[in-house]
């Protein structure tokens, strides 16, 4: 299908799908716009290690390390309320929460959330797929997603260090009342590194391969209703599975959503390398 016809289809997509809030139908303004990305799009995992030096592989050792460090969690129960969740997110400022303290993310979650939990045997087999593999290209990546049934994935926020509480607070508060999508059901923030003057967000989807990608589309535009202006984008959980990172080869993010000033909203650029994969297996 030509690209051309895959963009009228997201735009379709933020033009016509109609979200339900506390009572009423909002619907995404008929003026958004789809552009055309970029040639730098940084991916914006690259958090706290944005040297020139680092590699792909460094970045994912870095990022499996981070992993096996202790996280502070907050549950959102059906009896937790927004003074509890207030309280823990003041007594755990990202600003503060410092890494070499032993704490890596600080995570909010409901109880249900199991996206994103691949067992070990599964990620073993897709690594071995991808190192047997001849093609290593985008549209490769979206079939092992398909292939292994991976198809989370995450919205990524890199915000500076000054204005990271107030933005994290206004993730954390929209995952306990479900404000992102019925099925956004946890978020994480980076702690405090030395010398580091970003942190990185990531909000959880779970499955940029329905049809349409509306789940996806749909949680940038409830994150852009928050007031929330930073470049974002979006990495599929199987990107971090075969390591793809920034500094790689392969682009680790398949798409960018930018905040318009005049247009008070945000626009989607589609990396070109994923068109026909995402059309073909949203498809399927």
């Not at 593999?133 to 890199?158: C, D, P």
């Not at 535009?221 to 979006?234: A, D, E, N, P, W």
């Amino acid at each position: 299908m030509p690209r051309g016809k895959f963009i009228d289809r997201i735009r379709e997509q933020k033009q016509e799908s109609k979200f339900h809030e506390e009572g009423e139908d909002v619907k995404l303004r008929p003026d958004e716009c789809i552009s055309t990305p970029s040639a730098d799009t940084n991916d914006l995992e690259s958090l706290l290690m944005s040297k020139l030096t680092l590699t792909s592989d460094d970045l994912w050792k870095r990022a499996e390390e981070r992993k096996m460090m202790k996280w502070n969690e907050f549950v959102c129960g059906e009896d937790s309320t927004f003074e509890q969740l207030e309280k823990w997110l003041d007594e755990n400022r990202p600003s503060v929460i410092d890494i070499k303290d032993g704490t890596s993310w600080l995570y909010v979650k409901h109880p249900m959330e199991t996206r994103g939990k691949y067992d070990a045997e599964l990620r073993k087999e897709a690594l071995e797929a991808w190192a047997k593999s001849k093609e290593k290209t985008n549209e490769k990546v979206i079939e092992f997603a398909h292939r292994f049934g991976v198809k989370g994935g995450k919205w990524l926020i890199m915000a500076p260090s000054e204005d990271i509480d107030a933005i994290w607070f206004k993730i954390a508060t929209a995952i306990l009342r479900k404000e992102l999508g019925e099925n956004v059901l946890s978020a994480k923030v980076s702690t405090n590194e030395e010398n580091g003057d970003k942190h990185v967000i990531c909000i959880y989807t779970n499955n940029f391969l329905e049809q349409k990608q509306s789940e996806v589309l749909r949680c940038e535009f409830l994150i852009r209703k928050l007031g929330i202006k930073c470049r974002m984008s979006y990495k599929p959980d199987i990107c971090s599975i075969l390591g793809i990172y920034r500094c790689h080869t392969l682009k680790p993010s398949i798409l960018v959503s930018n905040y318009s000033p005049r247009e008070q909203a945000g626009s989607i650029e589609v990396e070109d390398e994923v068109y026909e994969a995402l059309q073909f297996y949203s498809s399927l």
